[in-house]
């Protein structure tokens, strides 16, 4: 399982404005057992890593989450590991609770700048976030290849 991430020209423009490139991390809730989310996150972890020489050195890179069961809950530990800035954003106080999901993904994909996705191609609140992320254009990259 390989992760790529490159910046294409018009992301970078975008982060000359923000000196913060944002990556989400978000899986489906099927990504819950500790054994493949270890495996996941140390994969997710080695290509932020190479990433993060990647970037322009006045670029800080950042990572975000919501609160979904998959590898979401992994994202601040990763990001305290690795010294990176972290936002986590928690859903709207609305009901059906489906629409605060939602309304939770397309705040996130409106704020970030890519999206690294373990998605199953099953999960409703993945396959949001990634239809919010391309609405968005957000460079997207799903680890499963869904």
């Given at each position: 399982?390989?992760?790529?991430?490159?910046?294409?020209?018009?992301?970078?423009?975008?982060?000359?404005?923000?000196?913060?490139?944002?990556?989400?991390?978000?899986?489906?809730?099927?990504y819950t057992s500790?054994?493949?989310?270890?495996?996941?996150?140390?994969?997710?972890?080695?290509?932020?890593?190479?990433?993060?020489?990647?970037?322009?050195?006045?670029?800080?890179?950042?990572?975000?989450?919501?609160?979904?069961?998959?590898i979401?809950?992994?994202?601040?530990?990763?990001?305290?590991?690795?010294?990176?800035?972290?936002?986590?954003?928690?859903?709207?106080?609305?009901?059906?609770?489906?629409?605060a999901?939602?309304?939770?993904?397309?705040?996130?994909?409106?704020f970030?700048?890519?999206?690294?996705a373990?998605?199953?191609?099953?999960?409703s609140?993945?396959?949001h976030?990634?239809?919010?992320?391309?609405?968005?254009?957000?460079?997207?990259?799903?680890?499963?290849?869904?």
């Amino acid at each position: 399982m390989g992760l790529t991430i490159f910046l294409p020209n018009q992301l970078a423009v975008v982060m000359a404005k923000a000196n913060e490139f944002r990556l989400i991390i978000a899986s489906s809730a099927s990504y819950t057992s500790e054994y493949p989310t270890y495996l996941s996150i140390t994969d997710v972890e080695q290509r932020i890593i190479e990433q993060q020489k990647r970037l322009r050195v006045d670029t800080q890179l950042a990572l975000v989450s919501g609160t979904h069961m998959g590898i979401e809950p992994q994202a601040a530990l990763l990001a305290d590991r690795l010294a990176l800035p972290y936002y986590r954003f928690t859903q709207p106080a609305i009901r059906p609770m489906i629409a605060a999901d939602f309304a939770c993904n397309e705040r996130m994909a409106a704020f970030s700048h890519a999206i690294v996705a373990l998605w199953d191609g099953e999960d409703s609140l993945v396959k949001h976030l990634m239809g919010a992320a391309h609405y968005h254009k957000l460079q997207i990259v799903n680890l499963e290849g869904q």
